[in-house]
């Protein structure tokens, strides 16, 4: 896969901005309880799909609100639309993926206590 092209990176950024914006209005009523941020954007170059990486925090239920939120597709790229109208020609399809890297960031510390916390050996 190679790198993106600057109007993709620019584009990922328009959608990604809007689309933080509308979750932490609109989010509520996609995953209730649930803080939803907008971690990455990936743009294909045409520019028809969107990839989307979400983190959720404050809920023990994220895969269940992913799949809300994935059931609710049409309607968030609808709302998008009308954002972006102005900056781009056609919305790009959304693909939605949950982002699970703080969930690996904690699991990797718990791992590091675990092991300072372990006996050293002499040298």
């Known amino acids: 896969m190679g790198t993106e092209s600057k109007r993709q990176q620019r584009f990922a950024g328009v959608i990604q901005q809007d689309l933080a914006e ?69 919305v790009p399809q959304l693909e939605f993926f949950l982002d699970d890297t703080n969930e690996y960031v904690e699991h990797m510390d718990k791992i590091f206590d675990e092991i300072s916390k372990e006996p050293r050996q002499p040298d």
Request: glycine share 4%; hydrophobic share 40%; no cysteine.
């Open 22 to 90: 509308m979750f932490q209005r609109e989010g509520n009523s996609w995953a209730p309880g649930a803080f939803i941020t907008v971690t990455r954007v990936r743009v294909t170059p045409d520019l028809a799909i969107a990839r989307v990486y979400l983190s959720f925090l404050n809920t023990k239920t994220a895969k269940a609100d992913m799949d809300s939120i994935k059931a609710k597709t049409n309607e968030i790229r609808y709302k998008l639309g009308t954002r972006i109208k102005n900056q781009a020609r056609i």
